[in-house]
């Protein structure tokens, strides 16, 4: 079946960096992905959709020039937490659809993002 | 703004119960509606996916309804076991391709 890879599952880092979280679908092109966070205890909140070949479509309210996504192929896209700040601790995860409306959604494991 | 909501948010039931999860939307125009399945710290697996037109779908121990009109859905989960132990995400499709997730139910199955 369709399976999106997300990586890393895990990361550290200090305030002031910027981290890259890949999403990959491996057995199926993607031309829309998405993007979500989670916090604990609440549900996921779409962050912004990732079109392949063009500039992604942001959530009301996520910044664009924080949150950099690159969507290069029709099975990559990557989101860039520029200079992460502890209150950007999160899970983050991605999916992606493998076929037209009414397919199911196939999701990342997630990525955990910790901001020290 | 569709706004979904999931009753309860946690349940813990003994091992071998049938059991209802709740899930509740304002928009009722929806592409489709899907239940998920989240162990912690992990992603997402679907379960069931109901298109509109639907009313409800099955797969094994599973059964989910969907009542469009009233923005209702179910979930039903039949002979619960310990290894059902987890979130269940309810989210629906207006438009656009992405979900509009609830907050979950929380379930615990004792042995």
């Known amino acids: 079946g369709a399976v999106v890879s997300q990586h890393p599952s895990r990361v550290i880092c200090k305030s002031g960096t910027s981290v890259k979280i890949e999403c990959r679908s491996l057995?199926?092109?993607?031309?829309?992905m998405f993007w979500y966070r989670q916090f604990p205890k609440q549900s996921l909140m779409l962050m912004a959709t990732s079109n392949e070949g063009s500039k992604a479509t942001y959530e009301q309210g996520v910044e664009k020039d924080k949150f950099l996504i690159n969507h290069a192929s029709l099975t990559l896209s990557t989101l860039t937490v520029t200079s992460a700040h502890p209150e950007d601790s999160s899970f983050y995860i991605c999916s992606a659809r493998q076929g037209g409306l009414n397919s199911p959604l196939h999701f990342g494991n997630g990525t955990r993002l910790t901001v020290t | 703004k569709q706004e979904v909501t999931q009753i309860p948010a946690a349940l813990s039931v003994p091992e071998g119960e049938n059991l209802v999860l709740n899930c509740s939307f304002t928009d009722s125009a929806i592409y489709n509606l899907q239940w998920f399945r989240q162990d912690p710290g992990k992603g997402l697996t679907s379960l069931l996916l109901?298109?509109?037109?639907?009313r409800e779908q099955t797969s094994g121990r599973l059964n989910a309804s969907l009542d469009k009109s009233s923005g209702r859905s179910t979930l039903y989960i039949a002979a619960s076991q310990p290894g059902d132990s987890a979130t269940y995400l309810c989210?629906?499709?207006?438009?656009?391709?992405?979900?509009?997730f609830g907050k979950g139910t929380s379930l615990l199955v004792t042995p």
């Open positions: 989210a629906v499709e207006n438009s656009g391709y992405a979900l509009n």
């Open positions: 057995d199926f092109q993607a031309t829309t």
């Open positions: 109901i298109q509109s037109s639907q």
